[in-house]
């Protein structure tokens, strides 16, 4: 089986250890209807699958967000243009909702307990940085 038709219906893979981020694919599901199904980079096995069949080894895939379509593994700013085809297609191929996702966690490594990943300057830090990074995977 390619990696085109294992991708038929496209998966968002995204942190599931940030609020902002989680809030983020379950606002593109929503959208599109159910059509993009999502997957955290840390909890879900799907995700990790994925990521083992379209990665290089040694890359790191948890940089970023990632939209896996028919086409390929398309991160943060490159995913952007797909993620809005995507929604406006599952405006017509969707139908079911896709809310099977873990609570959303916010963990922060060497930083104060009090400090929260969704406050105002955290999100800002999140939209800067996914911006600026992109990269895309395509496939042949």
């Known amino acids: ?37 999502t997957a955290g980079h840390y909890r879900s096995e799907e995700a990790k699958r994925a990521k083992e069949m379209i990665f290089p080894k040694g890359y790191d895939a948890t ?20 993620l809005a085809k995507e929604i406006v297609a599952g405006w017509f191929r969707g139908g079911r909702r896709n809310m099977d996702m873990f609570a959303p966690v916010c963990e922060y490594d060497g930083i104060a307990p009090s400090m929260s990943c969704y406050t105002p300057t955290n999100i800002f830090k999140r939209l800067a940085k996914m911006l600026s990074h992109g990269a895309t995977f395509p496939f042949s």
């Open 1 to 37: 089986m390619s990696l085109s038709s294992t991708f038929a219906r496209p998966l968002l893979i995204y942190d599931d250890k940030c609020y902002s981020c989680t809030k983020f694919a379950r606002t593109a599901s929503a959208l599109s209807r159910g059509w993009i199904r």
């Open 63 to 82: 940089r970023m967000f990632w939209l896996v379509n028919r086409s390929g593994a398309h991160g943060a700013r490159s995913g952007l243009p797909p």
